[in-house]
């Protein structure tokens, strides 16, 4: 019996370093300080995501007309890697007073700042699994470039109790997908 796929069923891993190591000195007093409290800065951002949006994956056809007019398409030459539209996007949860979306933006600027040199953060997992939390399948977006941090939205007005989110999008040079071996 096949059952339905569950989109909760997934574990995102961030590149490794994807905190700048002043970003996680700088928060770190301030994370452990909460509640519950995290071990790391990376952790405390790593539990507040809700989704990820893997991209899409179009081709346009090779067109040839043919004698008396008649149309005939073909799998293009495109390379498979650039068939991807190479966009992800990360949905995070807000955190009490945004701390998560400034640790973001903080990292971000960090990271567009030019006396930094890195150009591309390390690769992303996005780790699918069954239903008993077993990998089924990895996602290796390589070289990964920033794109967007969404807005934010402050209103006095705002008393409702919804989950306030914010986004985060990346640009991946290629991808890797795999199958782990049992």
């Known amino acids: 019996m096949f059952s339905n796929s569950r989109s909760n069923n997934f574990r995102l891993v961030l590149p490794k370093g994807f905190l700048a190591e ?14 519950i409290p ?30 008396g007019g008649k149309k005939q398409e073909y799998k293009n030459s495109v390379p498979i890697e650039d068939l991807f539209t190479r966009d992800v996007r990360i949905t995070f949860k807000a955190s009490d ?5 400034f640790i973001m933006l903080d990292n971000i600027l960090n990271y567009l700042d030019f006396k930094s040199e890195q150009l591309y953060f390390d690769s992303m997992y ?9 990998i089924v399948t990895v996602i290796e977006m390589k070289n990964l470039v920033f794109t967007n941090l969404s807005e934010i939205s ?9 989950i306030k989110t914010f986004d985060i999008s990346f640009k991946f040079v290629n991808i890797d997908i795999t199958i782990p071996k049992a």
């Open 154 to 162: 402050c209103s006095y007005s705002d008393i409702s109790p919804d």
């Open 97 to 101: 007073g945004w701390v998560n979306y």
């Open 38 to 67: 995290f071990e790391t800065v990376e952790k405390f951002i790593q539990s507040g995501i809700q989704s990820v949006s893997f991209p899409s994956l179009s081709m346009e056809p090779a067109s040839q007309t043919r004698y």
């Open 126 to 134: 996005l780790q699918l699994l069954d239903r008993e939390g077993h």
């Open 22 to 35: 002043k970003i996680e000195e700088k928060w770190d007093t301030y994370i452990k300080r909460l509640p």
